[in-house]
């Protein structure tokens, strides 16, 4: 939109500007008035070469003086001066994994060691194969369940993931979980009358046993002698050493017996489990073989725990090479599992000595596994360590995340956001974070004192005091990028670009337009308050826990299918007690899903579905009640897919930006912030590939 006046004519004397009610010259909580918060407004973009999602949010704190605005500058320039620094793009520098905020306090002499740690933990790992699938890791935990599966293969056949797909799912876990009961059951009833014989003892002629102890049992002068007859033909099956008592010989056979008789039932439940095949004469007495089994059954979970991991091929991936391992899993190096729980802790030591959080994860990994991230990073980590002096582009870095840091403390978090993703730099950060600040504080001034943009300016309501108001309104209305007119249209000021607030009736597409679609329905969050003991979560590995974890994904999803996997994960640790979740608890939990829940929808989202939905055709979308709005980052892309044609559709076409608008407002996102534009502009783009949407003109319409 092209500007009324210039920035240096914006600036010229008050004066020459007219008179101004006394409200526009009344100083807010924050230090400023309307009048020198406009000023700034349209300065800055006067001079500014800043784009609109180039602007951070700002919270409704700023404006209310909970900040002053000098600790908002001082930390603005502390962060300009941090990225000159730097020296390069934030996206570029190989120590943007680090969450360090303290650069005076680094403890270089840690900080290299767990560096060469890690480069000598992944030079360990010198066998091809095994290196192959170590490539595969997207984290330290996938790192730790490779080496599961690897240590399952020491006593047991290795189990390739792609059967272990088929194979094992929640029917399987189920059996398996059976299996284990009934064993158990088994064992406890019969080996404490074992007594004096071993295990062997089941496969002896124990009828004819019986049979001679209870005869001898009959006789008088000779049953000792008898007794002493029976033992000593079953003495292959006497324990070396073991004393036999006599007397009680005929109720000890009895009793080998009902355990031999009770052994075919307990076979059969443990044949009919898919994968395990026991040996002929299997004895579930004998200690050994059944830790033969349980070895069995760990083999076949840590091939199906072992899940893919990133793009939608790493299933075929993760296949290839668990199958060329199990073809030649006799050459292996002992050390095999070893050497990938060693890779698995030299990151855990890093990422703990980093201070490495979930968002600077991301922003680092950026989708590459840990080999592909350690293959580009690791040459530049050794060499920022063996300098004089020692990692001096991670001091450099930590001054950037420090500054970041202070920023999120004031709630800015957004302009984390913006530097990351290379939006903002070292020129540009200072006035966007000014040009926030001055559009926040100035519709805080304009909804405290009432000022409306058809009132004028002196008061006097004389058509040359209305002909400024018009210059006033339309020199305001430019410097925010609002068109509208009437009271409290400059209010779309107020904390721009935070998700806040219900979305607004728009007069092209009411709000309750969106809820009387047929597509759409209530959107009802799933309860996350503590229902079990974190015991439980800590040890899932108990066939039991592990069931009642289960039970609690299938009323999350019962509730609020489909949901993305991170919404998932933190309202399963929610309903745990936990607030917070870490990389390696939300991998945990994902695990623990069932097979065939987990997809991943066209634009990459994890989503995890209801057994009764099919994501290849739902066709709907939530809402939010009035008042609310969910969360653009966790609304899965199918639900924002669906949505985005069903407002074209209904609109008969629209811009992309006036689409995205809307479908925010569908979600109860009045004004949507720059993540949340950016997701629903990827949203679009993936709309557009798939054909759910096209683009004619300058327009998008739902064919």
Do not use: C
């Not at 010198?126 to 490779?146: Q, S, W, Y």
């Not at 047991?156 to 398996?176: I, K, M, S």
């Not at 830790?291 to 725990?305: C, I, N, P, T, V």
């Not at 030299?346 to 840990?370: E, H, P, S």
């Amino acid at each position: 939109m092209a500007r009324t006046e210039t920035g240096r004519a914006a600036a010229r004397p008050r004066a020459a500007r007219g008179k101004r009610p006394d409200s526009w010259t009344v100083v807010g909580p924050a230090g400023l008035s309307a009048a020198d918060a406009r000023d700034r407004v349209r300065d800055l973009l006067a001079d500014a070469d800043l784009a609109d999602d180039e602007v951070p949010s700002v919270p409704p704190g700023i404006a209310a003086g909970d900040v002053p605005l000098e600790a908002l500058a001082e930390a603005a320039e502390r962060l300009r001066d941090a990225l000159a620094e730097l020296g390069q793009a934030p996206s570029a520098s190989p120590w943007r994994l680090a969450g360090l905020t303290d650069a005076d306090r680094l403890d270089l002499r840690r900080l290299a060691q767990v560096v060469k740690r890690l480069l000598s933990a992944s030079s360990a790992v010198e066998d091809g194969l095994v290196k192959g699938l170590a490539a595969r890791a997207f984290t330290p935990t996938h790192l730790d369940l490779m080496a599961d599966w690897l240590a399952a293969g020491g006593s047991a056949p290795l189990v390739p993931t792609g059967d272990a797909r088929e194979v094992v799912g929640p029917t399987w876990h189920a059996h398996a979980a059976h299996v284990r009961e009934q064993v158990e059951a088994y064992r406890q009833a019969h080996v404490p009358h074992l007594g004096p014989f071993t295990p062997g003892a089941l496969a002896a002629d124990l009828d004819r046993a019986l049979a001679a102890a209870q005869h001898a049992d009959t006789r008088l002068l000779t049953r000792k002698r008898r007794r002493r007859e029976v033992v000593a033909a079953l003495a292959d099956v006497v324990r070396p050493g073991a004393d036999v008592d006599l007397a009680a010989l005929s109720d000890a056979l009895g009793a080998l017996v009902e355990a031999r008789d009770d052994l075919p039932a307990l076979v059969r439940t443990v044949g009919e489990l898919p994968g395990v095949a026991l040996p002929a004469g299997w004895n579930a007495l004998d200690d050994d073989e059944v830790a033969s089994l349980d070895r069995a059954l760990q083999a076949w979970e840590a091939a199906a725990a072992l899940e893919p991991a990133g793009e939608p091929d790493g299933a075929a991936e993760l296949d290839a090479a668990t199958l060329a391992i199990v073809a030649a899993s006799d050459a292996l190096p002992p050390n095999a599992a070893g050497s990938l729980r060693a890779l698995a802790d030299a990151w855990r030591g890093l990422i703990d000595a980093m201070q490495v959080g979930a968002v600077d994860a991301v922003f680092w990994q950026a989708g590459r596994t840990l080999a592909e991230t350690l293959a580009h990073d690791g040459p530049l980590w050794h060499a920022d360590v063996s300098k004089a002096g020692g990692l001096t582009r991670l001091t450099r870095w930590v001054r950037v995340r420090a500054a970041l840091a202070e920023l999120d403390g004031y709630g800015l978090t957004e302009v984390g956001d913006l530097v990351r993703a290379g939006r903002l730099d070292a020129e540009t950060v200072g006035d966007a974070i000014a040009l926030a600040v001055a559009r926040a504080v100035l519709d805080e001034r304009l909804t405290a004192t009432g000022l409306t943009v058809d009132e004028p300016v002196d008061g006097t309501g004389d058509e040359a005091a209305e002909d400024a108001a018009d210059d006033t309104v339309a020199e305001t209305a430019d410097a925010t990028g609002s068109a509208s007119a009437g009271p409290g249209a400059l209010g779309l000021l107020s904390g721009r670009g935070t998700d806040t607030g219900a979305g607004v009736p728009h007069p092209d597409l009411p709000g309750d337009l969106v809820i009387r679609s047929a597509l759409a329905s209530r959107y009802v969050p799933a309860a996350d308050a503590p229902v079990l003991d974190l015991f439980v979560l800590d040890n899932v590995g108990i066939s039991s826990n592990l069931a009642k974890v289960r039970a609690q994904i299938d009323d999350i999803l019962t509730a609020e299918a489909p949901v993305t996997a991170e919404r998932l994960a933190r309202l399963v640790a929610r309903r745990f007690g936990l607030e917070r979740l870490r990389e390696a608890r939300r991998a945990t939990i994902l695990q623990t899903v069932p097979k065939g829940r987990l997809h991943r929808s066209p634009n990459g989202d994890l989503v995890v579905w209801h057994l009764a939905q099919d994501p290849a055709t739902w066709t709907g979308y939530r809402v939010p009640a009035d008042g609310t709005r969910r969360d653009v980052a966790d609304v899965p892309y199918e639900e924002l897919r669906n949505a985005l044609a069903d407002v074209a559709r209904r609109a008969h076409g629209l811009p992309e930006d006036r689409l995205v608008s809307l479908t925010a407002g569908a979600f109860g996102i009045a004004r949507p912030s720059a993540a949340a534009r950016q997701r629903l502009s990827e949203a679009v783009t993936t709309a557009l590939r798939e054909g759910v949407l096209v683009r004619r003109a300058e327009a998008l319409f739902a064919p």
